[in-house]
């Protein structure tokens, strides 16, 4: 495989200015409920949340155009840099004592296609369908596909080396989270690109993102322009892996008695926590539960070792139970990640 045909490729891009990165890059989107990413929005007219979400009350064409001109404000108002030359780039991210690099560039989608990258989650038809949409009339992707690789000791001695070289972007947001761009030299990213060509990868965050940019790229014809994807590249090794909390809106008609009733029926204790005692799961193996505004803990009988904690839940409480199918396109169920803590899992 030739260089031009790896897997990783350079990128052309906009990079927010420094004067202006605190105000424009928004929390991750998950991390905000619809209220506070409304918030967000009406407090600031520059904050990007403008450009990747919009009013839940506007129909879509209206959402679409109010994005597209976010867009233009921001480019209108110098907010970022004039298109760089074709580079690849490092990104860290820290937090608390927990810090992470990525190798940013862009990935074929031929490749994907071809199994070069590997998914691991199924994806909701209406979720692809509302990105592919988006990303077709913005005209841009701001937020990377996140791809994992096997630690790589040549790879991490190249990152090293660029890292010891002042970044082009340096700043912190109000949520603590540090975040740090390199622009890697030429001669680096050709090594990169060749330690790349043969790489696997799979997908860690953005399988929507990545099957949006797909159905675009097919709708077009396969049209070069559309034929490539931005991802971030992440060394297995330094991954932290946090929890990832469901949020079911409604009780699929059930009382509050009568859901507790069924969860009990299948083959788990259920142990009431008060004020005093902390709501996080034991361990592996364990559930919290917030009904009503209270705490419960769920530990489930009879357990294979091959039975995943993802698959204890959907099997025994959201499919049988709730009737949440956490593979198809149930909009009854929502995501938060557990950097954002449980409560906002009580109300």
């Known amino acids: ?51 990747t979400s919009s009013k839940s009350d506007e129909t879509e064409v209206a959402k679409t155009n109010a994005n597209f001109d976010a867009l233009k404000r921001l480019y209108e108002v110098g907010a970022y840099s004039a298109k760089a030359e074709p580079s690849l780039y490092l990104y860290k991210l820290k937090q608390n004592q927990h810090e ?55 790879v991490k001695s ?56 797909k159905e675009i790229w097919e709708r077009s014809g396969k049209a070069d322009r559309y034929s490539r994807v931005l991802a971030a590249f992440f060394a297995v090794g330094d991954l932290k892996i946090e929890a990832f909390h469901r949020h079911v809106i409604d009780l699929n008609g059930l009382t509050p008695e009568t859901l507790t009733s069924q969860i009990a029926e299948n083959d788990f204790v259920i142990t009431p926590l008060d004020s ?13 539960m917030c009904l009503d505004g209270h705490w419960a803990r769920l530990q489930p009988l009879r357990v294979h070792p091959s039975e ?5 839940l959907q099997n025994r409480i959201l499919g049988p139970i709730l009737n949440v199918d956490e593979q198809g396109s149930d909009r009854r169920l929502q995501y938060l990640p557990g950097t954002v803590g449980l409560s906002h899992l009580e109300s």
């Open 308 to 312: 995943f904690d993802t698959a204890i």
């Open 276 to 288: 005093s005692q902390s709501p996080e799961p034991l361990s592996s193996g364990y559930f919290s």
């Open 158 to 213: 190249l990152i090293s080396v660029v890292t010891e070289s002042p970044p082009i972007l340096d700043f912190c947001r109000e949520d603590n989270l540090e975040q740090t761009i390199w622009r890697i030299p030429n001669v680096t990213s050709d090594r990169l690109i060749s330690l790349f060509e043969n790489k696997d990868t799979f997908i860690i965050d953005g399988h929507h993102r990545m099957s949006a940019s």
């Open 100 to 154: 992470q690099i990525a190798i940013v560039g862009d990935v074929s989608l031929e490749i994907f296609e071809s199994g070069g990258i590997v998914p691991h989650e199924r994806t909701r038809q209406n979720r692809t369908d509302d990105l592919a949409n988006h990303l077709k009339e913005i005209g841009i992707h701001s937020s990377p596909v996140a791809l994992a690789y096997d630690d790589d000791e040549a």
């Open 1 to 51: 495989m030739s260089i031009e045909n790896s897997l990783l490729q350079r990128i052309e891009t906009r990079i927010v200015l420094p004067e202006w990165a605190e105000r424009v890059v928004s929390p991750a989107y998950d991390v905000l409920r619809p209220l506070e990413r409304d918030r967000l929005m009406d407090q600031d007219p520059y904050v990007f949340l403008h450009v």
